[in-house]
């Protein structure tokens, strides 16, 4: 996947995004980090083709697949049909192969594909997300925050899982817990007011210089057993 000076536009006419210019590489995990409202969503969509770019180019001949930060419930829907849908074929039953595929996928999720979609935890549900992607088989997944509203324990483990079952496909996620990002990754993606304004391995961009800059002073950057560890620091009150 590949953009050249993408930029996308509000219908007003104000940039939020761009212009961007990035390559993803065929089993690369690039990781998309900034403060709220740094354009990362923007991003993703725009890679996605979900939202209309202005200018610029996104080129990507394989499939892509999107799992967003807040996916709607299918109430009524077992796993399995949730995991179906959008495939290239009817989730109805007509195609073995397809729902062979869903049931694997879901197994590798640790997901009962008859269980009401309904009556998934916010982590199962996540994971549920992640195996539909699998079932479409997409060659870049696109996923933003999903690990967002977990538990530390359902959130390395969901992480882990997309890492064990990514091969050769592309990924791109959007995290907001940078100590949580800091694990999962090739290449990180700094934005702020819809640019890239850093970018590199982790310990080119978790600096404290690069951090501070991009969420503010409370950021420090610490050493873990020689890795680094970066974290928000509560300011002290005056007096």
């Known amino acids: 996947m590949k953009t050249t000076d993408v930029v996308v536009e509000a219908p007003n006419g104000r940039r939020i995004l761009g212009p961007i210019s990035v390559h993803i590489a065929a089993g690369e995990w690039v990781t998309i980090l900034g403060r709220n409202g740094a ?17 610029g180019i996104v ?17 009524g829907l077992t796993a399995l049909e949730y995991a179906l849908l959008g495939s290239t074929e009817s989730w109805r039953g007509e195609s073995r192969s397809q729902i062979d595929r869903a049931r694997r996928s879901l197994e590798a999720c640790s997901l009962d594909p ?8 916010g982590g199962e549900f996540r ?8 079932t479409l088989d997409p060659a870049v ?33 959007v995290m ?25 391995a982790r310990d080119e961009v978790m600096t404290a210089e690069i951090l501070q800059r991009a969420y503010g002073e409370s950021m420090a950057v610490i050493d873990v057993d020689g890795e680094p560890l970066p974290i928000a620091r509560r300011r002290s009150e005056p007096g």
């Open 39 to 55: 354009g990362k969503t923007t991003l993703c969509n725009a890679l996605a083709g979900a939202v209309r770019v202005s200018s």
């Open 59 to 75: 080129e990507c001949d394989e499939r892509i697949g999107l799992l967003s930060q807040s996916p709607r419930r299918p109430y």
């Open 114 to 121: 008859n269980q009401d979609v309904g009556t998934l935890s």
């Open 127 to 134: 994971k549920a997300g992640i195996a539909r992607l699998l």
């Open 141 to 173: 997944f696109i996923l933003d925050e999903p690990a967002a509203g977990l538990d530390p324990h359902a959130r390395i483990e969901t992480l882990s899982l997309l890492d064990s079952v990514r091969g050769d496909r592309a990924v791109i996620t």
């Open 176 to 200: 907001h817990d940078l100590m949580t990002a800091a694990q999962f990754g090739h290449r990180y993606l700094v934005m702020d007011e819809g640019r890239i304004v850093a970018q590199g």
